[in-house]
């Protein structure tokens, strides 16, 4: 059987825009993580967050506007990933702007096979 997919509807953040923040199954959402689904300067589009399976987002990250994090990825507690970033899969992300500071223990693991 395939994995489900919790698809949040945007109204948590805004009133248009349709369901832009898809989370994948057994993801871990930190207390106060949050996300940017509407793009800055004068167009102010609406763009998806998507958060792959198996990802972490400690307290208080923040996902901006069409970031990706692909499966097993981790953000930090209290780190800002930027507008359209990619955060690869078994990599850790932390800071202000969050940067990849190595790979995580499902990272490992996968090596190891």
């Keep these: 059987a395939g994995a489900a997919e919790l698809t ?3 109204w948590l953040r805004a009133l248009e825009g349709g369901e832009l923040v898809r989370i994948g199954s057994n993801t871990f959402l930190g207390g106060l993580s949050d996300f940017a689904l509407q793009g800055q300067g004068a167009a102010k589009e ?3 967050v998507h958060i ?5 987002l400690g307290a208080g990250s923040f996902l901006d506007s069409g970031c990706h994090m692909e499966a097993g990825a981790s953000v930090a507690a209290s780190s800002l990933v930027p507008c359209g970033e990619l955060c690869l899969a078994a990599n850790t992300y932390a800071g202000n702007p969050a940067v ?3 790979k995580n223990s499902l990272g490992a693991r996968r090596e190891k096979r």
Excluded: K, Q, R, V
């Excluded at 792959?52 to 972490?56: A, D, F, L, V």
């Design 8 to 10: 949040m509807p945007s």
């Design 100 to 102: 990849a500071i190595g």
């Design 52 to 56: 792959g399976e198996e990802c972490y």
């Design 46 to 48: 609406f763009h998806e």
